[in-house]
Nanobody, 119 residues
């Protein structure tokens, strides 16, 4: 089970660090992806980090490159998403999920954490 935390309400230009903690499993064994869904829009994949066995390679959607940083702390069984230079268009519910690889189907979705950015 994955549990997201760290969302909140911030002004444009601010930063947040979202966390995705695993219980009953080990994040190191999976690729972990971050997704977001804004009101009235489809869910969008923003970042993914491959499992350590595959090199722990991060990748990002073009819309967030340079502002989002994904990382994993295997000792804490947690994956983080650092979001800098927040924009109002980043407002969404952010979810994490697990997959065997970043290009595979994701499962074990968390409940989401709300990020609201005001201008």
């Amino acid at each position: 089970q994955l549990v997201e935390a760290g969302g909140g309400s911030v002004q444009a230009g601010g930063s947040l660090r979202l966390s995705c903690a695993a219980s009953g499993g080990t994040v190191d064994f999976f690729a972990i992806g971050w997704f977001r869904q804004a009101p009235g829009k489809e869910r969008e994949g923003v970042s993914c980090i491959s499992k350590s066995e595959s090199g722990g390679v991060p990748n990002y959607a073009d819309s967030v490159k340079g502002r989002f940083t994904i990382s994993r702390d295997n000792a804490k069984n947690t994956v983080y998403l650092q979001i800098d230079s927040l924009r109002p268009e980043d407002t969404a519910v952010y979810y994490c999920a697990a997959a065997w690889e970043c290009h595979r189907k994701f499962a074990s979705w968390g409940q989401g954490t709300q990020v609201t950015v005001s201008s």
